[in-house]
């Protein structure tokens, strides 16, 4: 079973920046996707970002532009930068994993992930 342990949420006021990590004890897994949901309180877990293998992204639209997710290889570790943060962007932000069909994308839907983190708290004030 994948490990994900997510680290970089905190405080931050509106405007301001925070780059989230998630680090995947991927073993020998050659094939993933690896993302970040995230929910806040009264809604249900929102895709943000995902990120394959060969680093091929995509974006939740209301991300797009001020997010972006990368990763380092030889680190196993994806990271999610964030930028122009809104009050509305706070939450709980979960790293997520699966191993994808060969022909597929790493798709924005929670219910196509069965490894999650345990999430790391964003929090921004206006």
């Known amino acids: 079973q994948v490990r994900l342990k997510e680290s970089g949420g905190g405080s931050v006021q509106a405007g301001g920046s925070l780059t989230l990590s998630c680090a995947a004890s991927?073993?020998?897994?050659?094939?993933?996707?690896i993302g970040w949901f995230r929910q806040v309180p009264g809604k249900g877990r929102e895709g943000v970002a995902t990120i394959r293998n060969d680093a091929r992204t995509k974006y939740a639209d209301s991300m797009s532009g001020r997010f972006t997710i990368s990763q380092d290889t030889a680190k196993n570790t994806v990271y999610l930068q964030m930028n122009s943060l809104k009050p509305e962007d706070t939450g709980m932000y979960y790293c997520?994993?699966?191993?994808?069909?060969?022909?597929?994308?790493?798709?924005?839907?929670?219910?196509?992930?069965?490894?999650w983190g345990q999430g790391t708290q964003v929090t921004v004030s206006s």
């Open positions: 991927l073993g020998t897994i050659s094939t993933y996707c």
């Open positions: 997520v994993f699966r191993v994808p069909a060969w022909w597929a994308s790493c798709s924005l839907n929670a219910v196509d992930y069965n490894s």
